[in-house]
């Protein structure tokens, strides 16, 4: 079928164990796309859109009872337990393989198997990583069109004897008590089934992009990491680069594609998104840490997505677009969601296929509705997007949704201090989220659901950059979530994160100083640029240099509570935890009690 022998073979095996009634290459074709597109609309599982309103674009829905990640039917399938972690679900690989084997056997009967070859990363570039999925989903075809770089000129650039990852996906019969998303990084395969969710399903992304990579990068001396990447762009027409993690619902997207406040508009800065989710990061020539963004799209989340919170995303989802579980506008083939504008559509369908009147006050669009949209139709996107070597990184930042805790913004002391940042994030849940507001989730870099092995060695390996790269990115941490006492966002957020991006270039190129707090270096007042910032907080109360000191306060008893949070989140992770962190831990503690 292939010039791949091991491919070849792969394929023979699978098709066994499947029996699908045909097979179909992906070649990577503007006519195969059509044509999968005109034949999903036939079976009715994408539906096209007003084609003069959203050009290329469709909707699609899900199961009702599919329409997010699903950690606990997540799992890595090492040797060793131990090299999963105790933060990961783990079973052996035979018995990953024993459990999904009858899932799949003959699950493929009466359909096609789709092989759609794809590459992570640039075609071709020595720090791209190729793989093949294997499903019986158009829909998973052509998101994969859009999120990844797919077909004939991948399995060129794989060669006769070239390697890939492996990935299998059917959704079976979409029995959700037999959904499960396994990973085999010894073998460089995943097994993904009873699900057409995107996350479970689009295996370049979440499994191969992290799960599957971060594994390889510990091995390989890289890193591949939950982080946005953009550029931002000074007046004089340089462009320095910042990597960003923060865990789901804290605007990663919206950071990503920012548009800058007037004030530094009309001066002539800009910001280049590169990527809104994943980067692979490694050491360049110049010893300085490059980071590429190993997608071709976004699979953003729809609600709350408008011309104010990010125009550039709303814009990239007017053509090319697939859209899933959000509104139908039946009048005239459009789509809506919560959070777009305020005109609900008067006739509409909503996520589950019913009828839908926004007076009813249930959610017309899934809270986790999403648009897969390609990256070069994003008004910003950088035009290092496809350069294979990545770009240079100045800064890291790490974030969460915190009430009080964390400032808006500070430098950590050196790399290890960083590190230690980076694994102490967290973000606590609000009223919108299902569980009690006010717990604290710890999710360290944002990549808990997402790294492949052992998470105490995951830090390590962060730790472990130190030794081999000599001019390492400076790191920060941010909080655009500061509240007041009425419980009211003090920081306007959005662009006017722009403000806090330049005061980190500044620190990245020592042109400003700071003051050294328990936790780290935090702005002197007057070098946050807030002029022209016109943010009303509450009754009247326009945001002003008062409340900027208030939210760059290290709240030292908020910090002394959360120890004992990082101490027993430490204790989950187990004894892997570098020895380095808790020396960080005592550190922190004794700057604190001073
Ligand atoms: C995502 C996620 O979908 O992080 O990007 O959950
Ligand atoms: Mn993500």
Redesign the pocket.
């Known amino acids: 079928m292939t010039q791949n022998k091991k491919l070849n073979a792969w394929i023979k095996e699978m098709v066994e164990l499947n029996a699908p009634d045909n097979v179909v290459l992906i070649n990577g074709s503007a006519e195969q796309e059509a044509q999968l597109r005109e034949e999903s609309c036939k079976i009715g599982e994408i539906f096209k859109l007003n084609q003069e309103k959203l050009p290329n674009c469709y909707l699609h829905r899900t199961a009702v009872n599919d329409v997010a990640?699903v950690e606990h039917r997540t799992f890595i399938c090492t040797s060793k337990k131990e090299d999963a972690g105790a933060t990961n679900n783990w079973m052996s690989p035979a018995d990953g393989y024993d459990l999904l084997k009858p899932l799949f056997k003959n699950s493929y009967k009466g359909k096609t198997m789709y092989v759609i070859p794809f590459s992570m990363g640039v075609v071709g570039s020595e720090f791209s990583k190729i793989g093949v999925e294997l499903t019986d989903s158009i829909y998973v075809v052509l998101n994969m069109y859009i999120m990844t770089r797919v077909g004939d000129a991948v399995l060129e650039a794989l060669g006769p004897d070239g390697d890939f990852v492996k990935g299998l996906h059917s959704r079976a019969n979409m029995d959700e008590n037999n959904r499960y998303i396994v990973h085999f990084p010894e073998d460089n395969t995943i097994w993904s089934v009873n699900s057409g969710y995107?996350?479970n399903v689009l295996l370049g992304?979440?499994c191969f992009a992290l799960r599957i990579a971060s594994y390889l990068g510990r091995n390989e001396g890289w890193m591949a990491e939950?982080m946005l990447i953009l550029g931002l762009e000074n007046p004089k027409g340089e462009v320095k680069y910042i990597a960003a993690a923060f865990p789901?619902a804290c605007g990663?997207t919206n950071l990503a594609m920012l548009i800058p406040p007037d004030l530094y508009t009309k001066k002539g800065y800009k910001v280049w998104c590169v990527g809104d989710?994943i980067a692979w990061i490694r050491k360049g020539p110049d010893g300085r840490l490059w980071a590429m963004n190993p997608e071709n799209g976004f699979?953003g989340?729809a609600p709350g997505t408008n011309d104010k919170s990010n125009p550039n995303a709303l814009e990239s989802t007017k053509r090319d677009t697939i859209f899933t579980n959000v509104v139908h506008n039946t009048d005239d083939d459009t789509v809506w969601w919560e959070g777009l504008d305020k005109n609900p559509p008067k006739n509409a369908v909503d996520w589950k296929g019913n009828k839908w009147d926004s007076a009813s006050g249930e959610k017309g669009a899934h809270p986790n509705s999403r648009f897969t949209s390609l990256a070069k139709n994003c008004p910003c996107i950088s035009s290092e997007f496809e350069n294979p070597q990545g770009v240079p990184l100045s800064a890291i930042v790490f974030g969460g949704r915190r009430a009080k805790t964390a400032p808006l913004v500070y430098q950590s002391f050196d790399w290890a201090h960083g590190t230690f940042v980076g694994s102490i994030m967290a973000s606590e849940t609000t009223a919108a989220a299902m569980s009690a507001v006010g717990v604290v989730r710890r999710d360290p870099m944002?990549m808990l659901?997402?790294c492949g092995y052992n998470m105490g060695d995951y830090l390590r390996h962060w730790l472990d950059m130190e030794k081999s790269v000599p001019n390492l990115p400076k790191i920060f941490n941010v909080n655009w979530f500061r509240l007041n006492d009425n419980g009211k966002f003090v920081w306007p957020g959005f662009g006017e994160n722009f403000r806090v991006l330049d005061w980190i270039i500044d620190r990245c190129e020592d042109k400003v100083d700071a003051v050294e707090t328990a936790i780290g270096y935090i702005p002197k007042i007057e070098d946050i640029n807030i002029s022209e910032l016109d943010y009303e907080i509450e009754n009247g109360h326009k945001f002003g240099i008062e409340d900027l000191k208030d939210i760059l306060t290290v709240e030292k008893d908020y910090w002394i509570e959360d120890i004992k949070g990082i101490e027993e989140f430490y204790a989950t992770i187990g004894d892997t935890v570098p020895a380095e962190l808790h020396k960080q831990l005592d550190a922190l503690k004794a700057r604190l009690s001073k």
């Open positions: 990640r995107g996350g992304k979440k939950h789901s990663k989710d699979f989340v944002a659901p997402f």
